[in-house]
C-alpha cells in the first residue's frame, strides 16, 4: 500500500494546483480516484490515479490550452475568462479545473440534463470564449454550438492526457496573489427556475477547507467523520454527477483538502441504473480485494465491505429501499450511506440505519458542505449485529434524520409556520461571524458575497420532540403552496410518504395558485390507484390541514419520470409547466363534479 500522510496536511491557504504538485512530489503513488476502465463494461475492472498522475494530466492540459485555445498573458491571468465543458462522467473534469486555473482561465460545468435554454443562458451569463468536448460530445453540445456563436475544441483522450510525463507548466501564484480571483464556475440547482452562474473563488476554497476541520464541541461528534475524516483516510463510493458541486467536493476538493479517495460506478441513466451500477462495481472492486490478499494473512479473515461510505442522491436511496436484495448486497459492500440533496421517506431511513451507518448531509453550492454534529450519547450510526441491536436505542424515533449545526456555523431558526401537527417550522438564518471567533473562520456564503451580514437560506426545519438541540430539514421556503384562498401549506413530509408507499416511484404535490391540491403521481410498474393505495394516500391526507387534502378524483398519473436537477431534487417548476395541459383539465374537471355535488 502507497504511503499516504496520517493526519492530512491542513491547506487553508494554498491553492488548489499548488495542494496537488506538493502531494504528487511527497507521495507519487498514492491513489487519488479510482475510475472504471471502461464504463460500459465494468468487467474490465478499475484504474487507479495516483496523485502523480493527475499531475502530470493537469500540465498536459495545460500546454494544451496554451497550444490550441490561447496563451493568456501572465498579466491578464487574473481576470478568469470562462472554457465551458460538458462531458462524460470522467476524471478529466477534475483535470480541466486545475489545468484551467494554472492558465488563467476558469471552468464552467454545466449539467447536460438541463434544457437548451437554461444552458444557453448560463453559457451567455458567464461570456464563455469557447466550448471543450470530449471525443464523442454529447448532442446537447451541438444544440448551444448551432445557437451559440462560440469555438470548440476536442480535448485530449483520457488515455492521452495520461499517457507520458511532460515539463510542469509554470503556476507560482500564492495565496494571497490570487484569493479573490475566480476558480471555477458551477451553477445553482434550478429547482424553481433557470440555473445561475456561482463562480467560486479560491479564498471561498479556503473557507470550506476550514469549515471541513471545524472541531466538534463538547459532548458532539461531527456527524460527516464516516465521509470525510482528516486523520485516515477515506474511501468513498461516489454515485453523483460530477458538474454538479456535489461531484466537484468529492472528485476535487475533498481529495485535496483532507484525502478522500473517491471510487466512481460504471455509466447509468436512471436513478434505478446508477444503484445497479454502484452494487456491480463494489462487486468489482471486492473482487479485486479477494485477489489481492488471497496470499496474504489477511485472507484468514471475512473482508467484505471494500469503501467507507457510498453517496447518492435521495431517489436512488428510495431505490434501496424497495428492493431489500439491494439494501442487503450494499451493506455487505460498504460501511455507510450518505445522502443529501433532499430527503428520503421515514421508512426508507430507519430500514437503511437498521443494516448499516446512515448519514444525512446537508450542502448548498454557495456554502459546499454544512458542518453537523450529533451528540456522541446517540449511537445511531453504527453496524450493528443482532445483539448488539438489542442493546442499542430503538430506530423506530427516526433519530437518523436529526443533527445540530456547529456553532461556528452560526446558524439561527427563524419560525415560519406552524404544521397541522402542531410542528413549528422554522427557516434558518446564517449570521457573518465576525472575523476574530473561531480563529478567524468566516463562512464561505460571504465569501461570494462579502457585503452582506446575514442570509436566509431557505431551508426550512423542525426540532426533534425531546431534544431541542437536533434538528431534521423540513424542505425548502420555495416548495411552499399557495392556495387561491391565500391558505398555506409545505408538502414536502407529505410528498415523501406517499412516495415512500411500494406502489408510488414519485409523488408530488401542486396547487399554488391554483384552487386546491392536486398529486402527481408515477406508479411502479404494473402500479394502479386502487382502494388499497387510496387508503394509504388518505392517511396522509389525515395529518394535512383540511384545504391541502387531495381528493381522490384530483390525482394526474403520469408514465416519464419527474424531471430532476442534478443533485435528484424534483424540478417542480418545470413539473407543473409540462403538465400545465393535463392539470388544467383535471382542475376544470374536479372542479366541475364539485359543483355538481353541490347542486
Not at 438541463?114 to 464523442?136: F, N, Q
Not at 391554483?514 to 388499497?532: I, Q
Not at 392517511?539 to 394526474?556: I, K, T
Request: charged share 25%; with cysteine.
Amino acid at each position: 500500500m502507497a504511503a499516504r500522510p496520517a493526519p492530512w496536511p491542513e491547506f487553508h491557504f494554498t491553492t488548489l494546483p499548488n495542494i496537488l504538485r506538493l502531494l504528487a512530489s511527497q507521495y507519487p503513488d498514492m491513489t487519488y480516484a479510482g475510475f472504471p476502465r471502461n464504463p460500459n463494461d465494468i468487467s474490465e475492472g478499475y484504474r487507479e490515479f495516483t496523485y502523480l498522475d493527475v499531475a502530470n494530466a493537469v500540465n498536459t492540459l495545460a500546454w494544451w490550452i496554451d497550444e490550441n485555445v490561447e496563451r493568456r498573458e501572465e498579466g491578464k491571468k487574473n481576470r478568469k475568462e470562462t472554457l465551458v465543458y460538458i462531458g462524460p462522467n470522467d476524471i478529466r473534469y477534475a483535470v480541466l479545473c486545475l489545468a484551467g486555473i494554472v492558465t488563467g482561465y476558469k471552468m464552467l460545468f454545466p449539467s447536460p440534463r438541463y434544457g437548451i435554454e437554461a444552458l444557453l443562458k448560463l453559457v451567455e451569463a458567464v461570456d464563455a470564449k469557447a466550448m471543450l468536448t470530449p471525443e464523442t460530445p454529447l448532442p446537447i453540445v451541438s444544440e448551444i454550438l448551432e445557437k451559440k456563436e462560440m469555438k470548440s475544441y476536442r480535448i485530449p483522450s483520457i488515455e492521452q492526457c495520461f499517457a507520458r510525463s511532460v515539463d510542469e507548466y509554470p503556476f507560482a501564484k500564492t495565496f494571497e496573489e490570487c484569493k479573490d480571483e475566480e476558480m471555477l464556475c458551477l451553477h445553482t440547482s434550478g429547482t424553481t427556475g433557470f440555473p445561475k452562474p456561482i463562480p467560486y473563488t479560491h479564498d471561498w476554497v479556503s473557507s470550506f477547507s476550514r469549515t471541513t476541520r471545524l472541531r466538534a464541541t463538547r459532548g458532539f461528534r461531527r456527524s460527516d467523520d464516516d465521509l470525510y475524516n482528516a486523520s485516515r483516510g477515506t474511501r468513498v463510493f461516489a454515485a453523483l454527477p460530477p458538474f454538479h458541486a456535489s461531484g466537484v467536493t468529492l472528485m476535487i476538493l475533498l481529495p485535496l483538502l483532507v484525502g478522500v479517495t473517491p471510487i466512481y460506478p460504471p455509466a447509468y441513466t436512471t436513478p434505478e441504473g446508477a444503484v445497479d451500477a454502484t452494487l456491480s462495481g463494489l462487486d468489482v472492486l471486492y473482487a479485486a480485494q479477494q485477489r489481492h490478499v488471497a496470499n496474504s494473512d489477511a485472507a484468514k479473515e471475512k473482508v467484505e465491505r471494500v469503501v467507507d461510505m457510498v453517496v447518492m442522491v435521495p431517489p436512488c436511496v428510495e431505490n434501496v429501499f424497495g428492493h431489500p436484495e439491494k439494501l442487503h448486497r450494499l451493506s455487505q459492500r460498504a460501511h455507510g450511506l450518505c445522502y443529501g440533496g433532499g430527503s428520503i421517506a421515514r421508512e426508507a431511513g430507519d430500514a437503511i440505519s437498521h443494516k448499516m451507518k446512515l448519514l444525512n448531509a446537508i450542502a448548498s453550492t454557495e456554502l459546499g458542505l454544512w458542518p453537523l454534529i450529533r451528540p456522541r450519547s446517540i449511537d445511531y450510526n453504527t453496524n450493528p449485529t443482532d445483539q448488539e441491536q438489542e442493546k442499542k436505542e430503538d430506530f423506530s424515533d427516526g433519530k437518523w434524520e436529526y443533527y445540530a449545526f456547529h456553532p461556528a456555523f452560526n446558524i439561527h431558526f427563524d419560525p415560519v409556520y406552524t404544521s397541522e401537527s402542531g410542528h413549528t417550522v422554522f427557516e434558518a438564518i446564517m449570521k457573518r461571524n465576525n472575523g476574530k471567533d473561531w480563529d478567524g473562520y468566516v463562512q464561505s456564503w460571504f465569501k461570494l458575497y462579502p457585503d452582506s451580514s446575514e442570509k436566509r437560506l431557505g431551508d426550512l426545519f423542525i426540532q426533534h420532540p425531546s431534544d431541542t438541540t437536533l434538528y431534521k430539514h423540513y424542505g425548502r421556503a420555495d416548495d411552499l403552496l399557495v392556495f387561491l384562498t391565500n391558505e398555506k401549506f409545505y408538502p414536502t413530509v407529505a410528498e415523501q410518504r406517499i412516495a415512500g408507499f411500494p406502489e408510488v416511484a414519485e409523488a408530488l404535490l401542486v396547487g399554488t395558485r391554483r384552487p386546491k391540491a392536486a398529486l402527481v403521481l408515477r406508479l411502479e410498474d404494473g402500479g394502479v390507484v386502487d382502494d388499497a393505495l387510496w387508503g394509504k394516500i388518505e392517511e396522509v391526507n389525515g395529518s394535512s390541514p383540511v384545504y391541502a387534502r387531495v381528493q381522490r378524483n384530483m390525482v394526474l398519473l403520469v408514465h416519464e419520470p419527474f424531471l430532476r436537477t442534478a443533485k435528484g431534487s424534483v424540478k417542480k417548476v418545470d413539473m407543473a409547466r409540462t403538465y400545465e395541459r393535463e392539470l388544467d383539465s383535471l382542475y376544470r374537471r374536479g372542479c366541475s363534479e364539485e359543483a355538481e355535488e353541490k347542486r
